[in-house]
């Protein structure tokens, strides 16, 4: 699967872009801040319904616009799909594939996987446990839409069970109301619990594989994957605790807290490991998941690299850009502030390519290599 053709308006700093990419590498040179990154999360929109780093959409429309409208037309198992997004200031969301609109936005997640590695990913390492969270649901929801559904519905029931909780501790109501409301946690807790665990331990191998090729098998990492259904029957639990949530007006145990433990060398990444080990981590993390969203998919999924060539020594990026040239990865987009870098790069891998220099939103071809 690639993308062959993109036309954005008024997204971020950029107010109009019509580019046609090529099936293997596309690299963008520019400054920070001149837009390479907003044209990945741009890409990013297309694969998710939304932006991979603001939340609110309305953020998104270029300063004193009304609107923003992402189009892209890709290849998909030989056959072609042509997506739009449009937001307007305080209106709905609008998600059409072949021009039929979406009812549920969550029916188009899986369609065109894609991976993104950002040094924004570091949020993975230095924040709470939800961004670990986020990250394994994200990757699971794009081949398997019952887990999808699954999350949703545990986070309905949670927010209905939070609400009742505030209820009677206001009103010091009877607690055994809560049980309708325990038992559905309880039952759609184990079955993401079981997802997430399986996920994890198919996930740790292939990542170990990644991260000892771009260390040198210099650094001892581990993902431990830890949540309250390791701690015997959860419906107990939540019995146990009902008099507690009530205190805190809000339910303590249950898959929401689940995390999992990033170690190097047996102690905690975020506190020991140095910046270069810190990015390694998170390459290696993210080239797994590729490797997972292709097995279960049978699609690649597109590989967007934000400038994460920088903090790297260069023994990691020389086994990176080696992994890259590999025709394990199809369709790659590259960012990049140096265009010496990006010109040493391409010489060492023999794959068609496309530069595209930026400047204040605006993408010109530099250089194109191949149709």
């Given at each position: 699967?690639?993308?062959?053709?993109?036309?954005?308006?008024?997204?971020?700093?950029?107010?109009?872009?019509?580019?046609?990419?090529?099936?293997?590498?596309?690299?963008?040179?520019?400054?920070?801040?001149?837009?390479?990154?907003?044209?990945?999360?741009?890409?990013?929109?297309?694969?998710?319904c939304k932006s991979y780093f603001s939340s609110v959409d309305s953020m998104?429309?270029?300063?004193?616009?009304?609107?923003?409208?992402?189009?892209?037309?890709?290849?998909?198992?030989?056959?072609?799909?042509?997506?739009?997004?449009?937001?307007?200031?305080?209106?709905?969301?609008?998600?059409?594939?072949?021009?039929?609109?979406?009812?549920?936005?969550?029916?188009?997640?899986?369609?065109?996987?894609?991976?993104?590695?950002?040094?924004?990913?570091?949020?993975?390492?230095?924040?709470?446990?939800?961004?670990?969270?986020?990250?394994?649901?994200?990757?699971?929801?794009?081949?398997?839409?019952?887990?999808?559904?699954?999350?949703?519905?545990?986070?309905?029931?949670?927010?209905?069970?939070?609400?009742?909780?505030?209820?009677?501790?206001?009103?010091?109501?009877?607690?055994?109301?809560?049980?309708?409301?325990?038992?559905?946690?309880?039952?759609?807790?184990?079955?993401?619990?079981?997802?997430?665990?399986?996920?994890?331990?198919?996930?740790?191998?292939?990542?170990?594989?990644?991260?000892?090729?771009?260390?040198g098998d210099n650094d001892n990492v581990k993902l431990i994957y830890r949540?309250?259904?390791?701690?015997?029957?959860?419906?107990?639990?939540?019995?146990?605790?009902?008099?507690?949530?009530?205190?805190?007006?809000?339910?303590?145990?249950?898959?929401?807290?689940?995390?999992?433990?990033?170690?190097?060398?047996?102690?905690?990444?975020?506190?020991?490991?140095?910046?270069?080990?810190?990015?390694?981590?998170?390459?290696?993390?993210?080239?797994?998941?590729?490797?997972?969203?292709?097995?279960?998919?049978?699609?690649?999924?597109?590989?967007?690299?934000?400038?994460?060539?920088?903090?790297?020594?260069?023994?990691?990026?020389?086994?990176?850009?080696?992994?890259?040239?590999?025709?394990?990865?199809?369709?790659?987009?590259?960012?990049?502030?140096?265009?010496?870098?990006?010109?040493?790069?391409?010489?060492?891998?023999?794959?068609?390519?496309?530069?595209?220099?930026?400047?204040?939103?605006?993408?010109?071809?530099?250089?194109?290599?191949?149709?």
């Open positions: 699967m690639h993308i062959k053709h993109i036309n954005i308006i008024n997204f971020k700093n950029i107010t109009q872009a019509e580019l046609s990419f090529s099936p293997g590498i596309n690299c963008f040179v520019g400054a920070n801040g001149s837009g390479k990154t907003n044209m990945l999360d741009a890409f990013y929109y297309l694969s998710f998104n429309i270029k300063h004193d616009e009304a609107f923003f409208v992402i189009q892209g037309e890709y290849d998909r198992n030989d056959e072609d799909e042509n997506i739009y997004c449009g937001i307007k200031r305080n209106q709905k969301k609008q998600f059409k594939r072949n021009k039929k609109e979406y009812s549920r936005l969550s029916d188009h997640i899986g369609l065109l996987p894609l991976v993104i590695i950002s040094p924004s990913d570091e949020q993975l390492i230095t924040e709470g446990s939800e961004q670990r969270r986020k990250y394994i649901d994200s990757v699971v929801s794009q081949y398997d839409k019952v887990y999808l559904n699954r999350v949703i519905r545990y986070n309905r029931v949670l927010l209905q069970r939070n609400a009742l909780l505030k209820q009677l501790r206001e009103n010091n109501g009877n607690l055994s109301a809560l049980e309708i409301w325990d038992s559905q946690l309880a039952e759609l807790g184990e079955q993401i619990f079981m997802q997430r665990k399986e996920f994890i331990n198919e996930l740790e191998p292939v990542y170990n594989h990644y991260h000892s090729y771009l260390s949540s309250h259904f390791q701690d015997g029957e959860f419906s107990k639990q939540l019995e146990q605790n009902r008099q507690k949530d009530v205190i805190l007006g809000y339910t303590s145990r249950g898959i929401h807290k689940d995390d999992i433990e990033l170690t190097l060398d047996g102690y905690p990444i975020k506190r020991t490991a140095s910046q270069g080990q810190k990015k390694t981590f998170l390459i290696a993390l993210k080239l797994a998941q590729f490797d997972f969203l292709f097995k279960h998919g049978g699609i690649k999924p597109i590989l967007l690299l934000d400038d994460i060539f920088d903090k790297l020594d260069e023994m990691r990026g020389e086994r990176l850009i080696d992994l890259v040239a590999e025709d394990h990865f199809k369709q790659i987009f590259i960012t990049d502030t140096r265009q010496e870098h990006l010109d040493n790069l391409l010489k060492k891998i023999d794959k068609e390519h496309r530069i595209f220099k930026v400047s204040n939103g605006e993408f010109t071809i530099a250089e194109s290599n191949g149709n």
